[in-house]
């Protein structure tokens, strides 16, 4: 395969699709799945997003925008996972598979009705036929 057909199929699986996942109970669920990403919604309704997040007693701490932070987990309202979503990931490279696959089919050449009027066909009277009828 050449390297420009194979470059998107690479970016697509490198990249995936994603699920996000409520935590009920953030304090008992984090230590046992240890997320790699975390979408925190605080009490007035903004969200954060947490990479690399660990419970330290009562408090998330993790990566935000490439700096430490940490937030008390009383202070949210909504603990989020975000994690990867293998069956999407297929789903959508089937459908765009398919797309390019049924694209190519459609336009190449010879897929397109050869049409040669005149060749090769003659009618009852002895006048030339088109080939396309």
């Known amino acids: 395969m050449r390297a420009v057909t194979v470059a998107p199929w690479l970016i697509l699986g490198s990249i995936g ?7 009920a109970s953030p304090a008992q669920d984090l230590p046992d799945r240890q997320p790699r990403t975390l979408l925190l919604a605080d009490s007035d309704h903004s969200v954060i997003r947490m990479t690399d997040a660990r419970l330290m007693g009562d408090t998330v701490v993790g990566l935000v925008n490439g700096h430490r932070k940490a937030v008390p987990l009383s202070g949210l309202s909504a603990v989020q996972e ?3 979503s293998p069956g999407k990931t297929v ?43």
């Open 17 to 23: 699709c994603r699920t996000v996942v409520p935590l």
């Open 82 to 84: 975000v994690h990867a």
């Open 91 to 133: 789903a959508l490279a089937m459908a765009v598979g398919g797309a390019v696959v049924a694209g190519s089919v459609i336009t190449h050449p010879w897929s397109q009705r050869a049409c040669i009027v005149g060749v090769g066909r003659l009618g009852p009277n002895g006048e030339e036929i088109d080939a396309c009828q």
